[in-house]
């Protein structure tokens, strides 16, 4: 029966360590957004807490001030988590090869853990579970060393384009206000080497939202900027510069925009949120029919020109929104993004 019991522990521990071993493997190696369990079930039960002060909060700097926390804690966790699971797992299979208390196990596997060196035993079952458990915690702590400079470098390789904008679009970044500066500066004709630029952006913000999913939470240093008020903003003004403003048709815009939705969409698949990937050109968006009409007289008030047809700028306008639509609204919502027309304004639809 002790044979039994010891050999069944010796199985529990291997899985735990197994686990957290994968699980460590795909959240900091792996260059794949993989929705990983364990990293989810951390993230959760941090976010759970936060969730819980942020409806303490009273405004929205206040709300800000929280949540700007709560990636960086989540990441400070995360490999304590980790760390813990791994030294608890070794306690079973310390245990397994020889039955110890409880606090000998604990000493035993802290130490193999950290390598400290105080706690050993002369046996070489015991000298292989203690060397391979000190290997797993240093690669742990290698690893940790690695993923944070790579995490650094794409939060402030995306929050270089988020600040930039505001000197085409304001703050809040607004769509009428980028159209309206481009063309009061003459700059039509040059928007092509932006669409470009934001094409890249968008390229970059999938391959490094969906891998290094934290990045999402990391809230830009200007508590009025978001990378994803930001990311609607560009997709609105190259809908109604294709749609609405009476200008040569633009390519670039049109790949930007095709390039922003797929981005958005695939962040937004790997947070489980639903959307419609072909949906109808004449599906409902969020956005109404008098709130176009009313930016259109806004861009018209500022000279900028419009086309005749109305009716089929709205159906063009409303068939490019339809594609970003749902996936802009709810992940502004999922970050608690600050003030944005058109984006973060917008009750969510979460499925």
Known sequence: MMILARVLVALIGVGIVSVTVVSA??????????DVWLTRLVFNGVGFFFRLRVKRTK???QRDQVMALFAPVTLFIMPLVLLSLILIGYMCLFWAIEVRPLADLFKLSGSSLLTLGYASVDTVPSKLLEFSEAMIG???????IAYLPTMYAAFAKRETNVALLEAWAGTPPSAVEMISRSHRTGEFEQLDAV??????????????HTSLAALSFFRSPHPNRSWITAAGTILDTAALMLSAVDFQWMPQAAICLRTGFLSLREIAAFFNIGFDPAPDPGDPIRISRAEFDEVCRQLAAR??????????AWRDFSGWRVNYDT????????????????SSDRQPELE
Do not use: H
């Open 138 to 144: 240093l690669i742990m702590v290698a690893l940790l």
């Open 327 to 342: 996936v802009l609204i709810a992940l502004a919502a999922l970050t608690m993004a600050p003030y944005a027309p058109w």
């Open 195 to 208: 669409w470009r630029s934001w094409q890249i952006w968008f390229a970059e913000l999938e391959e490094s």
């Open 59 to 61: 405004s929205y700097g």
């Open 303 to 312: 000279n900028v020109p419009l086309k005749e047809d109305k009716e089929q």
């Open 25 to 34: 493997i795909k959240t900091f190696i792996l260059p794949r957004g993989i």
